[in-house]
Structures are given as structure tokens and as C-alpha cells.
């Protein structure tokens, strides 16, 4: 079998399973974006005076600040993933989403941490994505009204989401020596290329969500360490962090890449 015979075979493969999945995927994707403000609205209920503490002795802010600072993330997480799920008013709860990013990232002085500012940027990738989804449904409402062939601020959406996911990517890249190391970010970052630039987009982003998955759940088994070690906080923030990519990618299989992209440049050639 030849190189373009795998390639049409691993392409129809793609294309069945989004015949046979494209009524679920979209709400599995987008639960699996949101888990990690789910996740963090949780944790902020069940760690608050540890966050408050925390701000407070960070920004020296004083106790009233401190608690309005974990009740806004608390509040403001929570409500936006509730109207997410429930399809209500998801472009003002990806506003909402985007300025918690924004604040955590001052809060939390993520700001000069390069690998954690890279994750919340790829974080507001994936948000972005969700907004063009959000878009689209309200244009599918008017269904036989005529329509220009795609709006511009969606495309451009979707073509900024799939580049910031790749940030998400990079802070996943394993920089020893090792063959197997070498391989998976060989294998890895081509494929991300692909999703960025648009090209075998459902394939590649098909193809990342297994993988990424795999991962996930083998370096980040959060629940394979006690609760009252560090570590399992940690590896619980990787976890839920990497879930919100492959959602993010997961909407890229559901919606495609766009008017932005080689996919869709071919069919015009």
C-alpha cells in the first residue's frame, strides 16, 4: 500500500468517525474545554481560605480583597461553565472565561512563567475556538438566507486557536535524549504544524487528541498519588490543563479548520 493510500485510508477513517460521532462530539469537546475552570471552581470551594491566604500574603491586599478575589474566580468559572454547557449566552461566558484567564495571570504571577503563560494563552486558544463555534450556531439559525461564504472574524478566530493551542504543545515537549523522547516530538510537533497551518486538519488534530489522551493519562494519573501530597496538585493542574487542549482540538475535528487554512485554499485551486 502505498504513502497516499494510508493517507486517503487514515482520512476516510477521520471523516466516518465524525459521521458517526458529530452529534456528541461538540458537547464532548466543549466539557472537555472547560474542565479545567470546572476544576479549578471546585478547587477554589474547597481550598478557600488557602487561596485567600494566598493572595493576601502575595499582594499583601488585605482580608476583604483576598475573599472578593477567590469568590469572583469561584463565581465567575462556575457560571461560565454552567452557561457553556447549557448553550446559553456562551459568547458573554467566554468573555467572562477570558478575563478570569487575564486575572489569574496578574494574580497568580504567570505572567513570568513562561510554561504556565504559555498553558493559559493556549487556554484562551481553545476559548476562542468555543466563541467561533458560538458564532456559527447563530448563523445556522437562519438557515436559506443568504450569507456571505464565511465571516471573516470567525475564521480568524479559528485560525488564532489553533495557533495558540500549539503553545499548549510546546510546554509538553520532553527535552532529554532519549530515542523515544526524540521521536515523540518529532511526531508531535509535525502534527501541530498541520493543525496550525491548516492542512489534513481533522486528521491531524484526530491523530494529537488520541495521543495527547494517551499521555495525559499516563504522566498525569493524579489519582495514583494521596491527596495530601503536592504532587498530586500538580499533576492534577497537568491533567485537567491538557484536557482543555484536546477539547480545544476536539472542536477543530467537529468545526474544521476554517477559511483560514490549506484545507480550505485547496478546494479552491
Same mark, same amino acid.
Given at each position: 500500500?502505498?504513502?497516499?493510500?494510508?493517507?486517503?485510508?487514515?482520512?476516510?477513517?477521520?471523516?466516518?468517525?465524525?459521521?458517526?460521532?458529530?452529534?456528541?462530539?461538540?458537547?464532548?469537546?466543549?466539557?472537555?474545554?472547560?474542565?479545567?475552570?470546572?476544576?479549578?471552581?471546585?478547587?477554589?470551594?474547597?481550598?478557600?481560605?488557602?487561596?485567600?491566604?494566598?493572595?493576601?500574603?502575595?499582594?499583601?491586599?488585605?482580608?476583604?480583597?483576598?475573599?472578593?478575589?477567590?469568590?469572583?474566580?469561584?463565581?465567575?468559572?462556575?457560571?461560565?461553565?454552567?452557561?457553556?454547557?447549557?448553550?446559553?449566552?456562551?459568547?458573554?461566558?467566554?468573555?467572562?472565561?477570558?478575563?478570569?484567564?487575564?486575572?489569574?495571570?496578574?494574580?497568580? %504571577?504567570?505572567?513570568?512563567?513562561?510554561?504556565?503563560?504559555?498553558?493559559?494563552?493556549?487556554?484562551?486558544?481553545?476559548?476562542?475556538?468555543?466563541?467561533?463555534? %458560538?458564532?456559527?450556531?447563530?448563523?445556522?439559525?437562519?438557515?436559506?438566507?443568504?450569507?456571505?461564504?464565511?465571516?471573516?472574524? *470567525?475564521?480568524?478566530?479559528?485560525?488564532?486557536?489553533?495557533?495558540?493551542?500549539?503553545?499548549?504543545?510546546?510546554?509538553?515537549?520532553?527535552?532529554?535524549?532519549?530515542?523515544? %523522547?526524540?521521536?515523540?516530538?518529532?511526531?508531535?510537533?509535525?502534527?501541530?504544524?498541520?493543525?496550525?497551518?491548516?492542512?489534513?486538519?481533522?486528521?491531524?488534530?484526530?491523530?494529537?487528541?488520541?495521543?495527547?489522551?494517551?499521555?495525559?493519562?499516563?504522566?498525569?494519573?493524579?489519582?495514583?498519588?494521596?491527596?495530601? *501530597?503536592?504532587?498530586?496538585?500538580?499533576?492534577?493542574?497537568?491533567?485537567?490543563?491538557?484536557?482543555?487542549?484536546?477539547?480545544?482540538?476536539?472542536?477543530?475535528?467537529?468545526?474544521?479548520?476554517?477559511?483560514?487554512?490549506?484545507?480550505?485554499? *485547496?478546494?479552491?485551486?
Amino acid at each position: 500500500m502505498g504513502q497516499n493510500d494510508l493517507m486517503g485510508t487514515a482520512e476516510d477513517f477521520a471523516d466516518q468517525f465524525l459521521r458517526v460521532t458529530k452529534q456528541y462530539l461538540p458537547h464532548v469537546a466543549r466539557l472537555c474545554l472547560i474542565s479545567t475552570f470546572l476544576e479549578d471552581g471546585i478547587h477554589m470551594w474547597f481550598q478557600w481560605s488557602e487561596q485567600r491566604d494566598y493572595i493576601d500574603t502575595t499582594w499583601n491586599c488585605g482580608y476583604l480583597l483576598a475573599s472578593s478575589f477567590v469568590f469572583l474566580n469561584l463565581l465567575g468559572q462556575l457560571t461560565g461553565c454552567v452557561l457553556v454547557l447549557s448553550r446559553n449566552f456562551v459568547q458573554y461566558a467566554c468573555f467572562g472565561l477570558f478575563g478570569i484567564i487575564a486575572l489569574q495571570t496578574i494574580a497568580y %504571577s504567570i505572567l513570568w512563567d513562561l510554561k504556565f503563560l504559555m498553558r493559559n494563552l493556549a487556554l484562551g486558544g481553545g476559548l476562542l475556538l468555543l466563541l467561533a463555534e %458560538s458564532r456559527s450556531e447563530g448563523k445556522s439559525m437562519f438557515a436559506g438566507v443568504p450569507t456571505m461564504r464565511e465571516s471573516s472574524p *470567525k475564521q480568524y478566530m479559528q485560525l488564532g486557536g489553533r495557533v495558540l493551542l500549539v503553545l499548549m504543545f510546546m510546554t509538553l515537549l520532553h527535552l532529554d535524549a532519549s530515542f523515544f %523522547s526524540i521521536v515523540q516530538n518529532i511526531v508531535g510537533t509535525a502534527l501541530m504544524i498541520l493543525v496550525a497551518i491548516g492542512f489534513k486538519t481533522k486528521l491531524a488534530a484526530l491523530t494529537l487528541v488520541v495521543w495527547l489522551f494517551a499521555i495525559n493519562v499516563y504522566f498525569n494519573a493524579f489519582w495514583t498519588i494521596p491527596v495530601y *501530597k503536592p504532587m498530586h496538585d500538580f499533576l492534577k493542574y497537568d491533567f485537567f490543563q491538557t484536557m482543555s487542549v484536546i477539547g480545544g482540538l476536539l472542536l477543530v475535528v467537529a468545526l474544521g479548520p476554517g477559511g483560514v487554512s490549506m484545507d480550505e485554499k *485547496k478546494k479552491e485551486w
